[in-house]
């Protein structure tokens, strides 16, 4: 009986110890798991601009858990164990959003010289101009256009924490026709490069829209007329016909991506309107006729403005061939007039920049280009926050400094209502809960 009792204790004090150690390893997980509050942390300013109604809030507090905001006004009680950043009397306002950017480009690689870029060379040139992005107050941006999808595997980068960038929505390879904007015209025929986006007919399109999308682009971008930076093409002609937009749109919508539609001419914009395309890029040459469609339609128009001045004033400097610097010299001054008859019409603009055919990091030179073609200070800045949101599909995550939202937040030194111009001024730079400058 003894021999026995011993043998049952033995037994018990193991199966004791066994789950004593589970309960341990079970503790310690929870505790990895991420279930111990994450840090706290308050950020003060003496103002920040609400962009929902353009009003500014004195004494602001935003309280920040993690990556996300979890309050924000002049009322809010900071906790004890909060981490405070004290901005003393900036005017904090919400991470800036580039609709139109191509960050895996230089204005020195524009023309022939970009013959000479591997596409390797062309993502590590991305990982710079997404650091100089995000410095410039762009915690969001919208790549629109790489080679080989460089932009991709750029976005995926900053996405794993391997690089400092802005969150981006990237397109891949850019849709057209054999021989259109989207398509290489700099080789000699003998060559039969044709670019990775390019597909003819109906059949074509969708097959391509639909491996895009396989390789990871986020959005789909096509080129609904010529443009300004490559060879044959004429900026004012459409490319893509009715048809053709219709079946890459449809596509793209049914498996969950929005479609951007390069167009400069005004029949190019009234066909992809038609089309259902989410945005129109540039609009160089939008008619009355293509603004009532847009409006009817809501679909967002993404201006490039300030470009005109840097490209021309740089054409030299930069060796713009000379066929792309007389295009430039036509369409880009005529677009101004254009988009400030587009924007008294009343079309919906979201900001855009094309910075690749400008310096990265002068995003913010735009906002004074749309203030001098007629919009309120207000209105600049809602369109690369609140508005840049919407048709990102992110206004639950990104755009203005409200709870549940990205902690994605910069601070200027003055009032970017009285001068817009602060905001190329950015002092403090927030991105994800994380202080970038």
Avoid at 142 to 165: M, Q, T
Wanted: net charge negative.
């Amino acid at each position: 009986m003894s021999v026995r009792l011993s043998s049952f204790a033995v037994v018990f004090h193991v199966a004791q110890q066994f789950i004593l150690g589970v309960s341990l390893i079970t503790i310690s997980a929870i505790s990895i798991s991420g279930e111990t509050p994450q840090p706290l942390i308050a950020v003060k300013a003496a103002h920040m601009l609400n962009v929902n109604d353009g009003t500014f809030i004195d004494h602001a507090i935003v309280l920040i858990r993690g990556d996300k905001i979890i309050a924000a006004g002049n009322k809010v009680k900071i906790p004890e164990t909060a981490q405070i950043i004290d901005l003393g009397d900036k005017t904090l306002l919400p991470g800036l959003i580039d609709m139109h950017t191509h960050l895996t480009a230089d204005p020195e690689n524009s023309g022939y010289s970009s013959i000479a870029l591997s596409v390797p060379r062309q993502t590590l040139i991305g990982a710079r101009n997404a650091r100089l992005t995000l410095n410039a107050g762009f915690t969001t941006v919208r790549d629109v256009y790489a080679e080989a999808y460089s932009d991709v595997g750029l976005r995926d980068a900053i996405n794993a924490g391997d690089i400092p960038g802005p969150r981006m929505m990237a397109s891949g390879p850019g849709m057209g026709i054999t021989g259109g904007h989207c398509d290489d015209t700099m080789h000699a025929p003998e060559y039969r490069l044709t670019s990775g986006g390019t597909a003819d007919g109906v059949a074509a399109v969708m097959q391509k829209t639909r491996e895009i999308i396989k390789y990871g682009a986020s959005v789909i971008k096509i080129c609904a007329t010529g443009g300004v930076l490559s060879f044959g093409d004429d900026p004012k002609a459409s490319q893509y016909t009715l048809e053709e937009m219709k079946t890459i749109v449809g596509e793209a919508h049914r498996l969950g991506k929005k479609v951007a539609a390069h167009a400069h001419g005004g029949d190019g914009i009234r066909l992809a309107v038609l089309a259902g395309v989410d945005s129109i890029e540039h609009g160089s040459y939008i008619d009355d006729e293509g603004s009532k469609l847009m409006k009817e339609h809501k679909t967002w128009l993404v201006p490039t403005l300030y470009l005109g001045d840097w490209l021309i004033q740089h054409a030299e400097e930069i060796k713009l061939p000379k066929a792309l610097l007389e295009k430039a010299k036509i369409v880009l001054p005529d677009a101004r007039k254009h988009v400030a008859r587009a924007v008294s019409l009343g079309v919906p603009i979201a900001f855009g920049t094309d910075a690749g055919v400008y310096p990265h990091g002068l995003n913010a030179r735009e906002f004074a280009v749309y203030v001098q073609i007629g919009m309120t200070p207000i209105q600049a800045i809602r369109s690369a926050t609140v508005n840049a949101s919407k048709l990102l599909g992110w206004e639950d995550q990104v755009g203005s400094i409200d709870v549940g939202k990205f902690a994605d937040m910069i601070a200027v030194d003055g009032n970017p209502l009285e001068d817009v111009t602060e905001l190329e001024r950015v002092k403090w730079v927030m991105k994800a809960g994380a202080v970038i400058r």
